[in-house]
């Protein structure tokens, strides 16, 4: 029933190992993706201007002020 619980040799120890990274990479993406959207509004993640990343000359501003 539970045959994937089975580590017959090294191989699954390192499918297993994958399996949990890749787990926890997504977690992690799912978790950034909500904490930018709450961060920033839709607009600054959506607009863009050639050679202007407005986004960085806001973040310079409240650096120096």
Request: proline share 2%.
């Amino acid at each position: 029933m539970f045959d994937f619980l089975q580590f017959r040799g090294p191989w699954d120890l390192v499918q297993a190992g994958a399996w949990l990274v890749s787990i926890a990479l997504l977690l992690w993406m799912v978790l950034d993706a909500i904490r930018v959207s709450r961060q920033y509004s839709e607009d600054i993640l959506t607009s863009s201007q050639e050679g202007v990343d407005e986004l960085a000359m806001q973040q310079d501003s409240h650096k120096r002020g």
